[in-house]
């Protein structure tokens, strides 16, 4: 291999070298922080990029997507003394390269310590009891501290959620015992309404029947009644279409011999019946009672007639 070739060689890897050390590709949702001389310079935006080989080189390197990121579990006590074993998440974003590069020596670190920082403050204001029923409550205040602060950081809180809270064993089997009673409660309360619940439709129900029932009689008295009435009513037109017509009779000639002859027959009727129906038959001491009992009645019809005359 002669002179000009490993010249060539040479070359080629010096520009190869070249090329690498002043061409950069900045991948999308990422920033790049330069250094000249050892001083900040600019940030590389996504795409090519040229650098000043020897003067300028990559100091940082930046991921603008969002990031999670684990808090350590921590013990914190609240406001009625209770301690609690409390752990989380923290979502955030990187939003000025420059001072995520140069505001902490460690910013990911500095976020994790002040969450739990700021955590053990919030719990702190609370009762045990509320914080089980604030987490939002307590996500809100952390990240409202946290944005704070990280701004110097060029880094953007997102948000802080509570993974778990766990209260020490003692405490957690009386709200266990708690839960169970309230749900044996409510079961009672529950079987105490159903009880109570069926007993008024029983008498609703009951109620309802006897309503039915006075309903039926009150229209069945009625129904009698009319019944009655109307038997009534037929008795006396019976009555008084005969009064009518024997009123007529006794107009009409020979009228008051038929009457006559028709009373002496009911009266032999009479005296018929009783001596079918017992044994002792009673006659008047004057038979000549037939004929005064028709005498009187005939007057009882001439009296009649002569005021119509």
């Known amino acids: 291999m002669d002179f000009s070739t490993i010249l060539s060689i040479v070359i080629l890897v010096l520009a190869a070298f070249f090329v690498l050390q002043t061409v950069k590709v900045v991948p999308q949702q990422n920033a790049w922080v330069v250094e000249r001389f050892g001083k900040y310079n600019r940030t590389l935006q996504p795409g090519l990029n040229i650098l ?3 003067m300028d080189r990559v100091a940082y390197r930046h991921s603008l997507k969002e990031i999670p990121m684990d808090v350590p579990s921590q013990v914190c006590i609240t406001k009625d003394n209770t301690q609690l074993q409390v752990d989380g998440v923290i979502y955030f974003q990187v939003t000025d390269a420059m001072k995520a590069s140069y505001g902490s020596s460690n910013f990911i670190f500095a ?3 002040l969450a739990q920082t700021s955590l053990r403050s919030v719990i702190g204001k609370l009762e045990m009891d509320k ?15 946290l944005d704070e602060a990280a701004t110097n ?3 953007k809180v997102l948000r802080y959620e509570i993974k778990d809270l766990v209260p020490p064993a003692a405490i957690l089997h009386s709200m266990q015992a708690q839960i169970t009673a309230e749900r044996e409660k409510r079961a009672l309360i529950a079987a105490s309404e159903g009880r109570k ?4 439709n029983i008498a609703t129900g009951e109620r309802e029947a006897s309503i039915q029932r006075s309903e039926g009689e009150k229209q069945a008295a009625i129904n009698r009644a009319q019944g009655e009435a109307a038997s009534i009513l037929a008795v006396a037109e019976a009555n008084a279409s005969a009064l009518r017509q024997i009123g007529e009779a006794t107009q009409s000639n020979g009228g008051v011999t038929a009457m006559n002859l028709k009373v002496a027959e009911q009266y032999v009727q009479a005296f018929q019946n009783m001596a079918s129906k017992n044994n002792t038959l009673i006659v008047p001491a004057n ?4 004929s005064t009992l028709i005498s009187s009645a005939m007057k009882i019809v001439e009296n009649t007639k002569s005021p119509q005359s």
Do not use: C, K, L
Request: zero cysteines; hydrophobic letters at 45%; a negative charge.
């Open 287 to 290: 038979m000549g009672d037939i």
């Open 52 to 54: 000043v080989p020897i």
């Open 131 to 145: 914080t089980f029923e604030e987490r939002s409550i307590i996500n809100a205040q952390v990240v409202e501290a």
């Open 197 to 200: 619940q069926e007993q008024i």
């Open 111 to 113: 976020i994790t310590q």
């Open 153 to 155: 950081w060029g880094v």
